[in-house]
C-alpha cells in the first residue's frame, strides 16, 4: 500500500495513495492505522481524497481506527471523501458514526476543538 503519513504536533495526517481500499488493502490500513495509535498519537485524520472505492472490508478499517483512536480521548478523522465512498457511508449509515469533514483545514480545526474540549465525545445518547 502506498500512503504519506504527516506527523503533526496534535495530529497525524495518514493518506492513502490508492484508488481502493478493498480486501488486499484493508488489512494493511489496519495495521498502519494501529502502529500510529501504538507510537502514541490519539489524533488522526485519514485523508481519503485519491480513494474512488472502498468495499465492506476497507468501510471495516475505517470501523477500527474510529475505534482504537477515540478508545483513550482521542479522536479519528476522515477529510476528502470521494462521491462514490461516500454514497457508501450513507448507505451503510456510517456517515452518522464517523467524523467526516471535506477539507484537511477542517480537519486541523476539529481536532483542535476536540483537544480544547478536553477529548469529550459529544455525543447525544
Do not use: C
Not at 27 to 40: N, V
Not at 71 to 89: A, E
Request: glycine share 8%; proline share 2%.
Amino acid at each position: 500500500m502506498k500512503y504519506t503519513i504527516d506527523k503533526k504536533e496534535q495530529y497525524v495526517v495518514f493518506a492513502p495513495l490508492e484508488e481502493k481500499i478493498d480486501s488486499l488493502l484493508a488489512p494493511k490500513l489496519k495495521s498502519e492505522l494501529l502502529t500510529i495509535h501504538a507510537e502514541g498519537y490519539n489524533n488522526i485524520v485519514l485523508d481519503l481524497s485519491q480513494v474512488k472505492y472502498v468495499d465492506s472490508s476497507g468501510l471495516s478499517a475505517l470501523l477500527v481506527g474510529d475505534r482504537e483512536f477515540g478508545r483513550n480521548g482521542g479522536i479519528f478523522i476522515i477529510s476528502g471523501v470521494q462521491d462514490h465512498v461516500m454514497k457508501l457511508l450513507k448507505i451503510s449509515m456510517l456517515d452518522k458514526k464517523l467524523n467526516l469533514v471535506s477539507t484537511l483545514e477542517e480537519a486541523g480545526e476539529a481536532i483542535f476543538m476536540h483537544e480544547i474540549e478536553g477529548g469529550e465525545d459529544e455525543e447525544v445518547v
